[in-house]
Nanobody, 124 residues
Framework: QVQLDESGGGLVQAGESLRLSCAASGRTFRGVAMGWFRQAPGKEREFAAAISGSGAITYYADSVKGRFTISRDNAKNTVYLQMNSLKPEDTALYYC?????????????????WGQGTQVTVSS
């Protein structure tokens, strides 16, 4: 059974940092693109960041560019999202997705591989 398990969320104050992890099990995702999405209450899920299979190419939404960094450790089958200078508007449930398509500066997720999400809450 393939699973994506996100962790690292929590409650922080504005300006602080968090590091999210997405650990995959059941198959290797080495060589496939992976992405992070987020969904705030009452809003649609939105793209945040993506990374190519090798890690050489990364994409970011304008809202997080310069503050968030996506990375991966293929040996650990894990993708990370380092979030710095957090803002209250970053409050959301953060999900990872695997095996999507990176194109034109964004990431098109596959419906097959989603995690359950990890909550990030940023207080002002």
């Amino acid at each position: 059974q393939v699973q994506l398990d996100e962790s690292g969320g929590g409650l922080v104050q504005a300006g602080e940092s968090l590091r999210l992890s997405c650990a995959a099990s059941g198959r290797t995702f080495r060589g496939v693109a992976m992405g992070w999405f987020r969904q705030a209450p009452g809003k649609e899920r939105e793209f945040a960041a993506a990374i190519s299979g090798s890690g050489a190419i990364t994409y970011y939404a304008d809202s997080v560019k310069g503050r968030f960094t996506i990375s991966r450790d293929n040996a650990k089958n894990t993708v990370y999202l380092q979030m710095n200078s957090l803002k209250p508007e970053d409050t959301a449930l953060y999900y990872c997705n695997a095996d999507g398509v990176m194109s034109g500066g964004t990431y098109y997720p596959t419906s097959r591989y989603w995690g359950q999400g990890t909550q990030v809450t940023v207080s002002s």
